[in-house]
């Protein structure tokens, strides 16, 4: 059989990571194997436990999620991280996406969408609830002005006419099968497109592509 997905659960509260644990650690196919009660508590731990996926709140003592995402990812075999947030959070959690953190999840996910989130992030897709992505990536980009970054607008600059099709779609919170739908084409013709949007915007994942497309302008709220 296949190991059981390890998973690292960071919260400050005890009842959250209770209910986190149970939730998973009923699947065979994933495994609860470090908690942690801040950031600093959760680098620790990390640096001895091997994990797959790790589950980080951002408001906690000592050190905050977004201080430990950023630590995390910048080491080499970084676990994938996805953040836990509520809307009050809205401006951490894109500074987190923007340290490594592969995607984000309500707090009040269904179970089954946490599940189904956490086998997605193991198997190297961002995606994570796309109509959540698409709702939180709009509230957050309101507050922001748009980058005049050179190295972004470039790399932009540098996608083709399709590349950037599928980067707005992806920004618009579809799946691959839905870009491959909505263009008529195969869904590998999409995963090519969609490692190459990744590529030359020098994106580590979906996710932060499409934190690119709304700094730049390329996607606006609402659109």
């Given amino acids: 059989m296949t190991a059981p997905i390890r998973v690292a659960l960071v919260d400050d509260q005890q009842l959250v990571r209770a209910g986190l644990r149970m939730v998973i650690d009923s699947q065979e196919d994933l495994t609860v194997v470090v908690e942690a009660s801040d950031g600093a508590q959760a680098l620790r731990l990390l640096a001895d436990h091997r994990v797959d996926v790790v589950l980080m709140d951002v408001r906690m003592p000592t050190m905050d999620g977004l201080t430990a995402t950023a ?26 996406i923007r340290a490594g953190a592969s995607g984000f999840l309500l707090k009040d996910t269904p179970p089954e969408e946490l599940l189904a989130a956490v086998r997605t992030v193991h198997h190297g897709d ?60 195969a869904e590998t013709t999409v995963k ?21 497309a709304y700094e730049t302008g390329l996607v606006r709220p609402g659109a």
């Avoid at 953040?83 to 951490?92: A, G, I, N, P």
């Avoid at 922001?144 to 932009?156: E, F, G, M, V, W």
């Avoid at 090519?192 to 690119?212: N, P, S």
């Fill in 71 to 96: 630590r995390l990812t910048a080491s080499p075999d970084a676990p994938t991280v996805v953040v836990l947030t509520t809307f009050d959070l809205d401006e951490y959690v894109l500074e987190a």
């Fill in 126 to 185: 961002a995606v994570i609830a796309p109509s959540s992505t698409r709702r939180l990536l709009e509230h957050l980009v309101t507050a922001l002005p748009a980058s005049s970054a050179p190295a972004q607008h470039a790399a932009l600059a540098a996608l083709t006419d399709r590349e950037r099709e599928v980067l707005v779609l992806m920004a618009r919170g579809r799946s691959n099968t839905e870009i491959a739908a909505d263009l008529f084409v």
């Fill in 192 to 212: 090519t497109h969609v490692g190459r949007v990744l590529a030359k915007l020098g994106a580590r994942d979906r996710v932060q592509a499409v934190v690119t």
